[in-house]
């Protein structure tokens, strides 16, 4: 038979050719297997679902949390800048000396609740400035303090003008 085949001219080696080449396994392309060898079990479809089951949900909380932290970390930023500005004005204005003072601000769609105190230093004619600002987020309470010196000799005089220069140290 072998003779045969190989005693074929070449036009009959070119009608065979392309039969040939369908029927030979190629390397990287895929032969027709039997339905068993190439369809997942169902033991390995629900290993993968359960598989899914167990992960999906883990990472949805990983966001929720990642996604509170973010906002608590943004109105900690913004309860600081508020405690700044309390401090700025309550130097300004000179009014720091007069007792606690109190109040809330709102920025945005959150309210900050602040309270400033002065105490005294015990080196020096200087205060002790203190701004604690208070807000709630997810259901906690948060406070974000900031303290800075003053010197007593910036108080009005009863003539209006001030007297010292202010002087804070963060």
């Keep these: 038979m072998k003779l045969a085949v190989n005693n074929r001219t070449s036009a009959e080696r070119a009608e065979v050719a392309p039969l040939h080449a369908a029927l030979t396994p190629q390397r990287g392309v895929p032969t027709c297997r039997s339905r068993r060898e190439s369809a997942f079990t169902l033991a390995e479809t629900l290993a993968a679902l359960v598989l899914l089951a ?73 205060e002790l400035l203190t701004a604690e600002v208070s807000f709630s987020a997810h259901g906690h309470d948060y406070s974000v303090t900031l303290s800075t010196l003053a010197s007593l000799q910036t108080q009005t005089t009863p003539m209006g003008t001030t007297g010292g220069t202010t002087g804070g140290a963060p």
């Design 54 to 126: 167990i992960v999906i949900p883990v990472a949805v909380e990983a966001l929720h949390v990642a996604s509170g932290a973010g906002e608590v970390a943004a109105r900690k930023g913004a309860a600081a800048r508020v405690a700044d500005r309390i401090l700025n004005e309550s130097l300004v204005m000179t009014n720091w000396n007069s007792g606690p003072q109190s109040g809330t601000i709102s920025e945005g769609a959150n309210d900050f609740h602040w309270t400033l105190s002065s105490q005294n230093w015990p080196e020096d004619a200087m």
